[in-house]
């Protein structure tokens, strides 16, 4: 979020606490923009869903507060608020047709008929189901329920719209190809959207921005590809996709470089980091940043930044294929390398020496 552009939704310092030494949510303050997508991101009992029922007020703080443009939302009930929320399981009512699925909401605060179709026809329009007004929830797929409950939620132009694990019902294939449409339907309505999510590549795929929480509390906020490329600690290096992570010993220290020496391994960043020399450092080394061979490399900063493994693993996944290095610890390293020619020569197979190697731009140095 831009420092100049005001915070929309304002979490400032917020604590649950169930008693008992149970805290879900520990001190939590984050700043969110007008039309933004924002996820929340962690593993199950972090205090994500948490924070979210709070936000709808199904959950009081136990202290800290909650603003929504400009508005405190402290003692209001969930009906009060202009908020939104879409469930995992849709909550859809199997007795009523889509079209009074979507009206429901409307009819409840009283709204003219008149409005009421109108306002329940654009959002037909907007999910693109139109044709399915008149048919019960059991006769859609997955996908159309999502769309139904979706346009459910936005049929009362809420000024927050939340997300719990909006397609953790659907499959796998499903999932993909409604990520980007969940993204197309709330752009084109401009609503701010607080997103909870275990899944990584959805919260990558959809939000403008992520927080990372563990234990109650946020790690990293961020862009996805910032989260991704420079995580701050190495749990969050950990939890977002695949890394390798090195545990060395901070050896040279420079303005514009370091060196750190691991147990397999010498590596040369390059930059510098904020450390001292003789520091312990771990070293975090994404899979498909790693080139590998059968020969050694000729270029690069020799000694460095390479290493002679066997091969003990590999898994073919048609654009890619992961191997699985046994280094001379017995530590094993991940690679991951496009599959860009269909019958490539002198290709890898299992007990095979190869030789991996990295760039001084492919390593995070983390220091917590």
């Known amino acids: 979020m831009s420092s100049t552009q005001p915070a929309y ?3 400032r310092d917020v604590v649950k606490d169930f008693g008992g030494g149970a805290v879900a949510v ?4 984050i700043d969110i923009a007008k039309g933004e997508i924002f996820a929340l ?14 936000l709808a007020g199904f959950e009081t703080p136990s202290s800290g507060r909650i603003v929504l443009n400009g508005q405190d939302l402290a003692g209001l009930p969930p009906y009060e608020r202009p908020i939104n929320m879409m469930f995992q399981s849709y909550a859809l009512f199997p007795h009523l047709s889509v079209w009074d699925n979507i009206a429901f909401g409307l009819r409840r605060d009283g709204m003219a008929g008149d409005q009421v179709g109108a306002r329940v026809e654009a959002m037909l329009k907007l999910v693109q189901l139109g044709k399915f007004a008149k048919r019960k929830p059991h006769q859609l797929s997955g996908g159309q329920q999502q769309r139904v409950a979706l346009a459910r939620s936005l049929a009362k132009s809420p000024q927050l719209l939340l997300l719990d694990e909006p397609l953790g019902a659907l499959d796998k294939k499903l999932r993909e190809e409604t990520q980007i449409e969940l993204v197309n339907i709330i752009e084109d309505v401009g609503v701010t959207c607080v997103m909870v999510t275990h899944d990584q590549e959805e919260a990558m795929t959809m939000a403008s921005r992520i927080a990372v929480m563990s234990e109650g509390r946020i790690l990293q906020v961020g862009a996805p590809g910032d989260i991704y490329e420079t995580p701050a600690t190495r749990f969050v290096a950990d939890f977002i996709g695949n ?9 040279e220290d420079h303005p514009d470089r370091v060196v750190i020496q691991c147990a397999d391994c010498t590596h040369y960043v390059g930059h510098g980091i904020t ?12 899979p498909e940043k790693i080139r590998i ?3 050694e490399p000729a270029d690069g900063h020799a ?3 390479r290493l002679q493994a066997k091969v003990r693993e590999l898994s073919y996944f048609g654009s890619f294929t992961v191997y699985q290095l046994e280094t001379a610890s017995g530590r094993r390293l991940k690679v991951s390398q496009s599959n860009v020619e269909r019958h490539p020569q002198d290709q890898l197979s299992w007990d095979d020496t190869a030789w991996a190697s990295w760039t001084p731009q492919s390593q995070v140095v983390l220091t917590q």
């Open 9 to 11: 939704l304002q979490i």
């Open 26 to 29: 520990n001190h939590v303050s």
């Open 41 to 54: 991101l962690g593993s199950s009992g972090c205090g994500k869903t948490t924070l979210l029922r709070m």
């Open 243 to 251: 890394v390798n992570l090195m545990d060395g010993t901070l050896v």
């Open 275 to 286: 450390g001292t020399e003789g520091m312990p450092v771990s070293v975090a080394l994404r």
């Open 293 to 295: 061979s059968r020969h």
């Open 303 to 305: 000694p460095h930044n």
